[in-house]
């Protein structure tokens, strides 16, 4: 069990451009989450995954937003047109199918939107 | 909806004191609940959980106790360590809602020797 890693790990960026982030979830983990944390908040939920299809989407995955988890593994988290509202800390968490309620998170991408 | 309430920090206190923090929550069915702790430079990891009403959690020394009348989730610890300093966030998980998190906004922990 290697836990959930991201990648990369920081990321700085120009206003107006692209920017992808990875997630590989614990292995056969079934559910994967993301979640943003701006300084001095808790994280809030952007979205989440049972396998491949993804169930849910917050109101705060603007349209710039997309993710995507193509064959039930890995997934990807893309931002366009960045904006400086967009820096934060991104999370990724993975629960497995007989304990859901559980979510083990990993790292972390800090964004920082110049 | 579903939401948290979390004892507002900075909180500091000296080795071995005593640690509350405060957490509430508001739902719209029957949630888990969590503790989850962040040290500095690392991400968040799970420090203790309960499923049901009456139930505690329990982890290095840490408690909280699921309490369904007063929709509460404290946690404890008798005695702290300069080690116990980190910002820790208290949480719901509701099934009616993907299991999705709810987050308090943390409270910050400083043990000084």
């Known amino acids: 069990d290697t836990g959930v890693s991201q990648n990369p790990r920081h990321k700085i960026t120009k206003r107006g451009q692209n920017v992808t982030f990875r997630c590989d979830p614990i292995s056969e983990h079934n559910r994967l989450y993301w979640y943003r944390q701006t300084l001095g908040q808790g994280p809030e939920f952007l979205t989440y995954f049972q396998n491949e299809a993804q169930l849910e989407k917050s109101r705060l995955l603007s349209d710039r937003f997309s993710a995507e988890r193509p064959k039930g593994s890995f997934s990807t988290l893309e931002i366009q047109r960045t904006e400086q509202g967009d820096s934060a800390m991104y999370l990724c968490?993975?629960?497995?199918?007989?304990?859901?309620?559980?979510?083990?998170f990993g790292p972390g991408t800090r964004l920082l939107v110049l | 909806g579903n939401s948290v309430t979390q004892m507002e920090g900075p909180v500091t206190l000296s080795e071995e004191a005593f640690l509350t923090i405060n957490c509430t929550y508001t739902?719209?069915?029957?949630?888990?609940l969590f503790w989850y702790v962040q040290y500095p430079g690392e991400g968040l990891q799970l420090l203790l959980k309960a499923t049901k009403a009456d139930d505690k959690g329990s982890n290095k020394g840490f408690e909280a106790t699921y309490r369904k009348e007063t929709t509460s989730f404290h946690l404890e610890k008798g005695s702290v360590q300069v080690s116990d300093s980190a910002v820790y966030f208290c949480?719901?998980?509701?099934?009616?809602?993907?299991?999705?998190?709810?987050f308090g906004t943390g409270t910050s922990l400083t043990v000084i020797p």
């Open positions: 739902a719209t069915g029957y949630p888990s």
């Open positions: 968490a993975s629960s497995s199918q007989l304990a859901r309620e559980t979510q083990y």
């Open positions: 949480a719901l998980s509701d099934r009616d809602t993907g299991n999705q998190f709810y």
